[in-house]
């Protein structure tokens, strides 16, 4: 049974950092698509970060230059480093990972994310 489990959230204010973690169990797969996602009070789910297996990494607008992705492959462990953080980065952050034949059919945010984590929250105030 494949389980995500996020961690990391919290408060911090405005500029401040955070790193989330999102550790992955249950599963082996030759390749996978990863994402970050987030969904705010009253607002849509939206995509905020992504990784392949290989590392290629896809990033919103929004976050672009604040927010990074990365993986540890061999502990099935991903982090989201949040930098320069705004409070409309308030919300609770998701992870996501999809398995796939090979790292180049990956398609950022818009994968077809099959297993989810339960989020963790993560409040910037101003």
């Known amino acids: 049974q494949v389980q995500l489990v996020e961690s990391g959230g919290g408060s911090v204010q405005a500029g401040g950092s955070l790193r989330l973690s999102c550790a992955g169990s249950?599963?082996?797969?030759?390749?996978?698509?990863m994402g970050w996602f987030r969904q705010a009070p009253g607002k849509e789910r939206e995509g905020v970060a992504a990784?392949?297996?290989?590392?290629?990494?896809t990033y919103a607008a929004a976050v672009r230059g604040r927010f990074t992705v990365s993986q540890d492959n061999a502990k099935n462990t991903f982090y989201l480093q949040i930098d320069s953080a705004k409070p409309e980065d308030t919300a609770t952050y998701y992870c996501?990972?999809?398995?796939?034949?090979?790292?180049?059919?990956?398609?950022?945010?818009?994968?077809?994310?099959?297993?989810w984590g339960q989020g963790t929250q993560v409040t910037v105030s101003s």
């Open positions: 990784i392949d297996s290989d590392g290629k990494t």
């Open positions: 996501a990972i999809a398995p796939v034949p090979a790292a180049k059919y990956c398609k950022g945010l818009n994968d077809d994310f099959r297993h």
């Open positions: 249950g599963y082996t797969y030759i390749a996978h698509c």
